[in-house]
């Protein structure tokens, strides 16, 4: 029981990390903020593992560690280093009190969609569960509510760890092809809106999502 306080523990942690995340002023310490909530998720993976018993999330864990902690917010480091668009500031949409209380309204939603699960695999991780659905929902949010393309990119990954964190407390002994899959779909994924994002500022001079109905036929 005291592996799952553990892992119940660090999922609060993700919260924190997400909104720094969202929050930061630029890119790449946005880049920085989500390594250290992926190390944080390896951290959870290795408590869930230990917990559980499953040799498959020791092994989740350290792919998770080289392509979530190290490869990813590489790529994104390197490719938003040079991109910078002071016109838009940190591009939020709502204010950061206001996004934090919404951040806190979804878990709390989350917090009780969760508790109405009945899986017996899910009796003892309901609040990291909870956690993980709030995580997809605040990347979406970030997402809808970013003006800086540079910072959806954060909205998608934010998605990607709180889906990624479902199945490893759902599913812990998936096979490690399915993290495979999972690491794979992040790194390409990052590395086309990088590559997305640095076209359209070549092209438009700006990072602000407003000025792209400028395509339009």
């Known amino acids: 029981m005291n592996g799952f306080l553990i892992v119940n523990g660090l999922s609060g942690l993700l919260i924190v990390s997400s909104l720094l995340v969202t929050l930061a002023g630029n890119p790449a310490n946005s880049a920085r903020f989500y390594a250290l909530q992926s190390f944080i998720l390896v951290m959870l993976f290795v408590a869930l593992a230990g917990a559980t018993g499953s040799g498959e999330l020791y092994l989740w864990s350290f792919t998770a560690l080289l392509t979530k902690v190290i490869l990813v917010p590489a790529i994104m480091v390197r490719a938003f280093r040079r991109l910078s668009d002071p016109a838009i500031g940190t591009g939020a949409v709502m204010p950061t009190a206001l996004s934090i209380v919404g951040a806190a309204v979804a878990l709390i939603l989350c917090f009780v969609v969760a508790s109405k699960v009945t899986l017996p695999a899910a009796d003892a991780i309901k609040p990291a569960l909870a956690v993980s659905l709030a995580l997809f929902f605040i990347g979406l949010a970030c997402i809808v509510a970013q003006r800086n393309i540079l910072k959806q990119v954060f909205g998608y990954c934010l998605m990607e760890n709180g889906s990624h964190l479902t199945l490893a ?48 036929g």
């Open 169 to 216: 407390l759902l599913a812990p002994n998936a096979p490690e092809l399915v993290e495979i899959g999972i690491a794979t779909d992040a790194i390409f994924a990052v590395v086309v809106m990088a590559a997305l994002g640095s076209r359209i500022f070549d092209t438009l001079h700006t990072l602000d999502a407003r000025q792209l109905t400028s395509l339009k």
